[in-house]
Every structure is written in C-alpha cells, then in structure tokens.
C-alpha cells in the first residue's frame, strides 16, 4: 500500500475511534454539555399504544429552565429535555444560544399534547408560544414529531429515575 493511501486508511479509522466514544468524552473533546439521563418519558395515544420513548434531562429550576439545551450541538432521537413549572402559564420558550432545530412539544397540566412547534429556528430570540396554558415542555430534535407521528391527541407520562 502506498504511503498517501496508508495516512488516509490511518487517519481514517483514528477519526472512526474518536466518533466512536461516550457522549462525556464526546462533550470533553466539543465542548458540548454532557446529556445527564434524568428519567424517561413515553409518548402516546389515548388507546395506550406508545408511540416513543425516551431518556430525559429534567429541568425544574429556573436555572436549568434558563439554561435548556442552550450550547447543545447534537441530540438523537432517544433524547430530550422535560421543562417542570410549578405553574401553568401561556409563557413562551426560545432557542437563544440553542444551535440544534427543536421540535417544541407544549403540554397541558392533564400531559395532552397542546401544540407542537416543529423544527424551530436555531439561536432565535422570538418567543414561541403554546396554543393554550402549558404545565410542561418537552424538547425533542427537529423531525422528531414527524418522526414518531406526535398530535394535539398525543399525551405524555414520564418517570424520574434515582440518580
């Protein structure tokens, strides 16, 4: 093998094993904050039938509510964040300092989907605001909605796991 050809097999498969880590080692080598699985949260129909499931961030501070998925730069499909408040409001959320598109799910105090805003704008200061009063947030990646077939019919239930 020539050499030219051997340095791109090399650098190759050193950028294969580097791709390859944990997200903490991922996050040490971007920048990118570590995603810390917090609970899970399912997605369904009224029948029961689970349309997704995923591992979640909770964000139930106004530290972390401030904070969300701000500096984020990748977040697969099996991820997102749930946002807790202690009230229900018509509050907004937005993507400052967010360089992924979302797809915002608003849900209600009873977890009925309210609206979803899909693939929101990264880095946007506009406020995007739920169609009704909102208990919770969950964002989720851009296509996810569509993805998994997500409706104002949806209803979510979630579960914090013992960290």
């Known amino acids: 093998m020539s050499l030219p050809r051997l340095l791109f097999v090399a650098t190759f498969l050193l ?4 791709g390859c ?8 080598n971007t920048g990118d904050p570590a995603f ?3 609970g899970t949260l399912a997605f369904y129909h009224p029948n029961d039938d689970t349309l997704a499931t995923i591992a979640i961030e909770i964000a139930d501070t106004d530290a972390e509510r401030r904070r969300g998925l ?11 964040m749930l946002f807790l408040f202690e009230e229900t409001s018509t509050d907004g959320m937005w993507m400052k300092n967010t ?7 608003f849900v209600s105090p ?31 990646r851009a296509g996810f909605a569509n993805e998994f077939g997500l409706t104002d019919s949806t209803r979510v239930r979630w579960v914090r796991t013992d960290n």
Request: glycine share 4%.
């Open 36 to 38: 810390k699985q917090e």
């Open 110 to 140: 009873d977890s009925q989907v309210i609206n979803i805003a899909r693939r929101t704008t990264p880095f946007s200061e506009e406020t995007i605001e739920p169609a009704a009063p909102r208990r919770f947030v969950v964002e989720v």
């Open 21 to 28: 880590g944990s997200d903490t080692e991922s996050a040490k």
């Open 99 to 105: 360089p992924l598109p979302l797809d915002i799910v």
């Open 15 to 18: 950028a294969i094993a580097t």
């Open 70 to 80: 701000m500096q984020r730069r990748s977040l697969g499909y099996d991820r997102g």
